[in-house]
């Protein structure tokens, strides 16, 4: 069995500014030992270091990092290997579960060719065998098996799978050549929670059926309480905390910690509702005990599909209505319909009946009137690196939908506005910035600056907050309830996380397998549920309390 060790490990990254040469330093001086057969967590915020630290086991790190210090795999150290032995060792002794499945697996390849890959590279390892074919489709049969996948999903395309499944893929494969150690790197990212606490249950019974040895990635303690062992703490390159899961969470120490063990919400807690920040609003104020006009509503709205295994009914019969200023959490797992209703409420998808009503008036399908309505009822996408323009400015993405729309006004004072209204202030200094120069909730505030920019009267946002650690998190979450005062702002929020729900939400809705099972005000559904479908999302939700003994 193998070990892991770094002995006064640093990462530091060579970067290019305005005054010239600079340099980050990502990891600072780490020391850490992680026994043979353990399971440990590595938490901390976007930009702690974790990541890198992870990396570095395999020799993954950029061309820009300068390592000193060393790591070691079992007797091995990694920084001293020939790029065959290095080659050799991954995959078969050491593999990685990357964060974001629907990022890392091939798109035009199917599930059991990209699960075989490693099989083929690695026969002279693993066993000759494997360079037969009948021998890895046996073997890819029974990777998909253990991660509780139904064998024929290995003829699927990665698009024809849902997130849980993907993450599961990306399971099967890191498991391909038995490897002692896996890393797992935010495996349960922008999952529903249903579908995380499958995936962590695959991961808990594969550690203690095989004897694996699992390093695990999180900004989210409950997260890791419930999978691992021991939980390390990092913050700022440096190590701030490590001990077993159960102290840390109950008698945490460090300040970092106290922060990251108290910054999802708790459902039912009161100090975990934002309250509604007081503004002296520039234009109409929004009172949530106001009745308010009905903005946006879908009446008796059906979406159906046709598909392989024949009509796929998405939507059934929904009835959704959303009022001035209000904001309404669509909860519900993946597959249960929530994001196909909300892109036939921003028609871009056609309903099969039914009918969208805008201020009590029909929706009219028409490409020019389509065109106004957007203006008016704008799109926050879930992954802000996905809806950016990599080789695009700012000031280019932010500007784009008002000359797509002919917005009248200086151009640049409307992006500036726009920047200033999603707290990117001054404006000057993002103006020429690409987003890859961007922090995660920075990227955020530009999908959201550019919905701003159009000055719309109602928001859908789909996961906002799904792939941002805990402090931008509550930043992001504040500014929306800031945009709803100042701004008279509704919005549709989509999520899986009924912690997001219970931070800011006025209602929620809950929906599965199509239909809207149950909806009314937060504290109603969430303290009190219904339905056994909304029952089950909560019992499934982690908390501070779900420790790994």
């Not at 021998?135 to 698009?159: I, N, Q, T």
């Not at 498991?175 to 695959?202: F, K, S, W, Y």
Request: charged fraction near 20%.
């Amino acid at each position: 069995m193998l070990g892991l060790s770094f002995t006064d490990y640093s990462v530091n990254y060579r970067t290019q500014t305005e005054d010239g040469p600079g340099n980050i330093t990502a990891v600072d001086g780490v020391t850490l030992d992680i026994a043979p057969g353990s399971t440990v967590g590595l938490a901390g915020e976007s930009g702690c270091g974790k990541s890198t630290l992870a990396m570095s086991v395999l020799r993954l790190l950029p061309g820009n990092a300068k390592i000193t210090g060393t790591v070691k795999l079992g007797e091995d150290e990694i920084g001293a290997m020939s790029w065959g032995k290095l080659r050799a060792v991954r995959w078969t002794e050491a593999s990685i579960v990357f964060q974001g499945a629907m990022h890392s697996l091939n798109p035009v390849r199917k599930v059991a060719d990209q699960i075989a890959e490693p099989l083929l590279i690695h026969a002279k390892e693993v066993g000759s065998k494997y360079r037969e074919e009948p021998a890895r489709k046996a073997r890819v049969k029974e990777l998909l098996e253990l991660v509780d996948l139904p064998a024929v999903k290995g003829a699927s395309y990665p698009h024809e799978l849902s997130g849980g499944q993907k993450q599961r893929v990306m399971i099967a494969m890191a498991l391909a050549c038995d490897p002692e150690l896996i890393i797992a790197d935010e495996p349960t990212t922008a999952l529903d929670v249903v579908v995380q606490a499958q995936v962590l249950n695959v991961l808990k019974d594969l550690v203690a059926s095989r004897n694996l040895s699992l390093v695990m990635i999180s900004h989210d303690l409950s997260v890791l309480a419930a999978t691992c062992e021991r939980i390390v703490v990092m913050q700022h390159g440096k190590i701030v905390e490590d001990g077993p899961s159960a102290q840390v969470m109950k008698d945490p120490q460090h300040p970092h910690t106290k922060a990251l063990a108290s910054a999802f919400p708790l459902i039912g807690d009161p100090a975990s509702r934002q309250q509604l920040p007081t503004y002296t609003a520039p234009r109409e104020a929004i009172d949530p005990a106001t009745e308010r006009a009905t903005v946006l509503e879908a009446r008796d709205l059906s979406v159906n599909f046709g598909g392989r295994e024949g009509l796929v009914r998405a939507v059934r019969n929904v009835n959704l209505s959303c009022k001035q200023g209000e904001i309404v959490a669509l909860v519900g797992q993946s597959g249960s319909g929530k994001t196909t209703l909300a892109r036939t409420m921003l028609g871009l998808q056609k309903p099969s009946s039914g009918e969208i009503l805008f201020r009590g008036q029909p929706l009219d399908q028409h490409r020019k009137a389509l065109k106004a309505y957007r203006k008016s009822v704008q799109f926050v996408l879930q992954d802000p690196s996905a809806a950016l323009n990599p080789k695009h400015s700012v000031y280019e993405a932010v500007a784009e939908g008002p000359r797509l729309h002919g917005l009248p006004g200086d151009e640049r004072e409307i992006v500036a506005e726009a920047l200033r209204k999603a707290e990117l202030s001054p404006p000057e200094r993002f103006l020429t910035a690409i987003p890859q120069e961007l922090s995660g909730g920075q990227r955020q505030r530009v999908v959201i600056a550019g919905a701003l920019a159009l000055d719309p009267e109602f928001l859908v946002a789909d996961e906002p907050v799904a792939s941002l650690d805990a402090s931008v998190r509550a930043e992001i979450l504040a500014l929306l309830l800031r945009l709803r005062c100042e701004l008279g702002l509704g919005a549709l929020v989509i999520t899986h996380d009924l912690g997001l729900a219970w931070n800011i939400a006025d209602r929620v809705v809950v929906m599965y397998q199509g239909e809207i099972v149950e909806e009314g005000a937060v504290e109603d559904v969430l303290l009190n549920p219904q339905h056994d479908y909304t029952r089950k999302l909560l019992s499934v939700v982690p908390t501070n309390n779900t420790v790994q003994r």
